[in-house]
């Protein structure tokens, strides 16, 4: 199974805009990019997902560079309420079952 | 969250014991998963139910760690003689009706924290 590759942790000031990297340099064409936050004490929550074009929503934005071996989450401007951990996980056409979540990028909002 | 219920919230038990973890899904939903997480860790994976499709429980790390779903509903995960290195917090997530496998949005419960003396 394709995996990703994202930094331990990150920081970003409050009302900043904040770019989390993910490499996945073995993803296959059919493979979608996903990316999950986890909340202090929750379980993981969707943020938003992609394949080739990059992808708004009211949560953040999804940035896929041109061969899809990396993507980049981001959000506009930091809150603290954005203190989390991000995970990118692929998810292929077949629908994998087996979910790769890894260790994520843990995000520190500086106030 | 979001139409998953898990319980207990939080399981001390001792060594050796059995355990059980309870996952509660809204109706339909078309996928249930169990995860593993331990402290600073990330999601293992631990077993995945779809239709009446076997169950793929690749991810069971062994023979002690048994999981059954009822139907479309509740799911349990069971852990026969726990040991110390089963703390951990388990995770149930369900995959909503009408979400496609490879897009759709997995929702997951808040967990049960299980702490093994």
């Known amino acids: 199974d394709a995996k990703t590759t994202q930094p331990n942790s990150m920081e970003s000031n409050e009302e900043e805009p904040v770019h989390l990297p993910c490499n996945h340099s073995?993803?296959?064409?059919?493979?979608?990019i996903h990316w999950y936050r986890q909340l202090p004490s929750q379980g993981p929550e969707y943020v938003i997902h992609g394949l080739t074009s990059n992808v708004n929503n009211r949560m953040a934005s999804l940035a896929i560079a041109e061969d899809r071996k990396s993507s980049t989450l981001i959000l506009h401007r930091a809150t603290l309420r954005d203190a989390a951990v991000y995970y990118c996980?692929?998810?292929?056409?077949?629908?994998?079952?087996?979910?790769?979540f890894g260790t994520g990028t843990r995000l520190t909002v500086i106030p | 969250g979001a139409g998953v219920s898990q319980s207990p919230s939080n399981k001390v038990t001792e060594k050796g014991k059995d355990v059980e973890l309870r996952c509660d899904p809204i109706s339909g939903h078309t996928a249930l998963y169990w995860y593993r997480q331990r402290l600073g860790q990330g999601l293992e994976f631990l077993i995945y139910?779809?239709?009446?499709?076997?169950?793929?429980k690749s991810g069971l790390p062994s023979d002690r760690f048994s999981a059954e779903r009822t139907g479309e509903s509740v799911s349990t995960l069971t852990i026969q003689r726990t040991q110390q290195e089963d703390s951990a917090v388990y995770l149930c997530?369900?995959?909503?009706?009408?979400?496609?496998?490879?897009?759709?949005?997995?929702?997951f419960g808040e967990g049960s924290r299980l702490t093994v003396l």
């Open positions: 997530a369900i995959l909503r009706r009408g979400g496609f496998a490879n897009t759709g949005e997995l929702f």
């Open positions: 996980i692929l998810r292929d056409r077949a629908g994998a079952n087996n979910l790769f």
């Open positions: 073995t993803i296959s064409g059919t493979d979608y």
């Open positions: 139910f779809q239709g009446n499709s076997a169950p793929d």
